[in-house]
């Protein structure tokens, strides 16, 4: 064996304050111990003398273990433990792949034995003790892979324990910042968890009345209508953070957004009509461009007069707006699904609730065997333990036990790929392990404080006939409202409690982490934090 330190906590017990599956030790204040222990480094094949090259880019992998950090036995703080995570995930990697290589040249070794071609005369029992001897190595690399599943699977269980610990940390601390504020208890007195005597361990205040919306979560693009929805000499009227505004295309084609008010006497412009690129006042004929220059005013003289517009884009199928004061930031981010994908319905829906509610309750998985009896989640039994993973510590990852893969995208998107084996039983399966997927889109543009303007895209990687059926987008918008529905009671009901003081976060648990990630990024914006939690550099581009 090679005693390499591994600090890989491969197989490690993490001990914290707190009572968990690993080993628990007091009084340590937050810090974590880790225990090194060492990996294993048997079994190791040369990779000299493997001729496929075509392998070489997997085999290819520097061992990690001279890089491990070297921390067996201290106290390490929540960021260290993460990092020695890290560098067990990148241990169990490349140990993975020396498992594959061994099998890999032990099956060619069997293949150099039974070749009927080889030029060296073996006797029969020669065959046999050779074969015998390879079966018995083939069996021990077998064992050994089996070994290294066990360990992914425990170095993924502790990553997200830790990552756990972070997020209980970082509401730790935002809750003692609102009690260094205030000296208002963190929980409305309406709220039900007043009769107990100590305050929740941990809290995220979310509860009404519905503040204004802070003017720096204006400052990202926001996705507002289907680009199919605008057609030339068409309009598309909008509310975005309590404004009216309204789409249309100009001469050349482009969409634009202003305001849905006429300067001359606030009429709302949506009321009129778009000609030759420019939308008419229906009251005394005022036409502006998408720039929003008054360039017509019928019976009077012109006068110089211009009402708001903002930035507006199209990209991949939608239009985009940009309503805060900032500039506009140069990336769009994209929203397709992957490829191989087909998009099969485009469906929009103004529902009368706060955005950040519909966000919290699409972002939760965990409530479907409760809510969707009679939809998607019918017959589906309710899990002992849901969880939700996040392997790169951001704001996607996979539910646990469902084949359904979620990302929540600021400022207020949310990517769900789920897969599809058998109608009406999804789990204990990942995504990877279904043929067909179904993809989709949530955008919860804030319309008002108590509107919001959902934008639904759904796609899938199976059945592309479907797109030929005569009405099937009837079908799928049915679907789509039905699911939404079961939704919506629930939601509505939170949303009264909420005006009414009540804490919609009051008591978060395990499976609410992507939900309470979302909560805290929005936080920060409004805050001004400049590295905003949880964040990642945007993909795509800007046209
Ligand atoms: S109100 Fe619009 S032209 Fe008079
Ligand atoms: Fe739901």
Aim: net charge positive; aromatic share 8%; charged share 25%.
């Amino acid at each position: 064996m090679n005693a390499v330190a591994a600090a890989s906590a491969l197989t490690v017990p993490i001990c914290t304050t707190r009572s968990t599956k690993f080993t628990t030790k007091k009084g340590l204040k937050g810090g974590l111990r880790v225990f090194a222990v060492f990996g294993e480094g048997e079994g190791l094949v040369e990779k000299r003398g493997f001729g496929n090259a075509t392998w070489g880019t997997i085999f290819d992998v520097e061992d990690p273990r001279p890089r491990t950090p070297q921390c067996k036995g201290k106290f390490l703080d929540v960021n260290q433990a993460l990092e020695v995570a890290r560098f067990d995930i990148q241990y169990l990697d490349w140990r993975a792949r020396q498992d594959l290589l061994t099998i890999m040249l032990l099956h060619e070794k069997v293949v150099e034995v039974l070749n009927p071609l080889a030029r060296e005369y073996k006797s029969i029992g020669t065959y046999k003790r050779e074969l015998a001897e390879l079966q018995q190595a083939l069996a021990q690399a077998h064992k050994q892979v089996h070994i290294s599943e066990a360990r992914v699977s425990t170095a993924l269980d502790k990553l997200a324990y830790m990552e756990q610990l972070v997020n209980d940390r970082l509401l730790k601390d935002k809750s003692a910042t609102e009690a260094d504020c205030t000296s208002e208890p963190a929980t409305a007195s309406s709220s039900p968890q007043v009769v107990k005597k100590k305050p929740p361990r941990k809290s995220l205040n979310v509860s009404g009345p519905v503040q204004p919306y802070h003017p720096r979560l204006k400052n990202f693009w926001y996705p507002v209508a289907f680009s199919s929805d605008l057609k030339d000499d068409t309009m598309v009227p909008i509310d975005c953070f309590e404004e009216p505004w309204v789409m249309f295309r100009g001469k050349d084609g482009k969409p634009g957004c202003v305001q849905n008010t006429c300067a001359h006497r606030a009429c709302p412009l949506h009321l009129g009509s778009v000609n030759e690129g420019r939308i008419q006042c229906p009251y005394h004929g005022w036409e502006y461009s998408t720039d929003g220059k008054c360039e017509k005013m019928p019976s009077t003289r012109l006068l110089d007069v211009r009402i708001r517009s903002l930035p507006c884009l199209e990209q991949e199928g939608m239009i985009w707006i940009w309503p805060g004061d900032d500039p506009p930031s140069a990336n769009i981010p994209s929203l397709l699904p992957p490829p191989g994908f087909r998009i099969h319905a485009e469906i929009v829906m103004e529902l009368p609730v706060e955005h950040g509610l519909l966000l919290d309750n699409l972002l939760d998985l965990a409530h479907a065997p409760f809510t969707h009896t009679s939809t998607f989640a019918k017959g589906w039994s309710v899990p002992s333990l849901v969880k939700f993973l996040t392997p790169a510590s951001g704001l996607q990852g996979y539910w646990d036990p469902y084949p359904i893969d979620m990302e929540f995208r600021p400022p207020c998107m949310v990517l769900s790929t789920i897969g599809i084996s058998k109608p009406g039983k999804l789990e204990g399966q990942s995504t990877k392990q279904c043929s067909t997927h179904l993809h989709q889109l949530h955008v919860c543009l804030p319309s008002s404080r108590n509107k919001t303007r959902l934008l639904y895209r759904m796609s899938l990687d199976f059945a592309p006939v479907l797109q030929h059926i005569p009405f099937m987008d009837h079908l799928w918008r049915y679907f789509a409202e039905k699911v939404l529905n079961e939704d919506l009671r629930l939601v509505l009901g939170q949303q009264d409690r909420m005006l009414n003081g009540a804490n919609v976060w009051n008591w978060p648990v395990s499976y609410d982490k992507l939900g309470v990630r979302y909560r805290l990024w929005r936080d920060a914006v409004e805050k001004g934090v400049k590295q905003l939690p949880f964040s990642k550099p945007m993909e795509g581009h800007v046209q």
